[in-house]
């Protein structure tokens, strides 16, 4: 089993749809979250961290679930400049020895 | 601030050859990493220095070496490079263990 896994995708979602990502992480004592963004062939750019709480950034929201071990992102109201893969990211003994999903392809269409 | 820079953006290797992939950051930043990512997988750590003199094994360090020069400089060496090691190489740097990582451009890098 993968330690962080995502459903690669694509999701294909008109503009202005509601649109939600899972993630499931294998180690019970992770300890930090994130998401990151991933443009075609660009660098990864931090989307937000996600809090145990849920936290929300705009059309954004992420949860995290420790007992199910998963992580979801909700993205609002799609916008065509949302289109990017998204990846599930956990550090699981804040050492900053991070581990990445493979991504989850979104594209939204006009 | 340019933030994380790395060179080259591109390199094409033939077999056997060696190479050396360099970052830099101008964050001050404490951290500093190395990853591959490869169709269809996640970004895997190669190697990592969590401060200024120290360096650690990651993910996938077989075949590499690295040198953390500096505060600022990270560089990643490929001794006799292998097909196996096409891939896109990704240089980050974070003030501390717990903080955000930001990622370099990448070097796009073909070994034939």
């Known amino acids: 089993r993968k330690e962080v896994e995502q459903d690669p995708g694509p999701f294909n979602v008109p503009e202005g749809a509601t649109v939600a990502f899972n993630c499931t992480y294998s180690?019970?004592?992770?300890?930090?979250f994130f998401w990151y963004r991933q443009d075609c062939r660009k660098e990864p750019k931090l989307l937000m961290s996600?809090?145990?709480s849920g936290n929300e950034d705009g059309r954004f929201t992420a949860q995290l679930n420790r007992a199910s071990q998963y992580i979801s992102l909700l993205i609002r109201d799609s916008k065509l400049s949302d289109s990017a893969t998204y990846l599930c990211?956990?550090?699981?003994?804040?050492?900053?020895?991070?581990?990445f999903g493979q991504g989850t392809t979104l594209q939204v269409k006009p | 601030n340019a933030g994380v820079t790395q060179t080259p953006k591109f390199q094409v290797l033939k077999t056997g050859q060696s190479m050396t992939l360099q970052c830099a950051q101008d964050?001050?930043?404490?951290?500093m990493y190395w990853y591959r990512q490869d169709p269809g997988m996640g970004l895997r750590l190669i190697y990592y220095?969590?401060?200024?003199?120290?360096?650690d094994k990651g993910e996938v360090p077989n075949g590499y070496n690295v040198s953390r020069l500096n505060k600022r400089e990270f560089s990643l060496r490929l001794e006799s490079a292998a097909p196996s090691q096409t891939s896109v190489y990704f240089c980050?740097?974070?003030?501390?263990?717990?903080?955000?990582?930001?990622f370099g451009p990448g070097t796009r890098l073909t070994v034939l």
């Open positions: 990211v956990v550090n699981p003994s804040n050492t900053g020895k991070l581990i």
């Open positions: 220095s969590a401060s200024e003199g120290t360096t």
């Open positions: 964050m001050n930043h404490n951290s």
């Open positions: 996600v809090y145990s």
């Open positions: 980050a740097s974070a003030r501390g263990y717990t903080d955000t990582q930001y």
């Open positions: 180690n019970s004592a992770s300890q930090s």
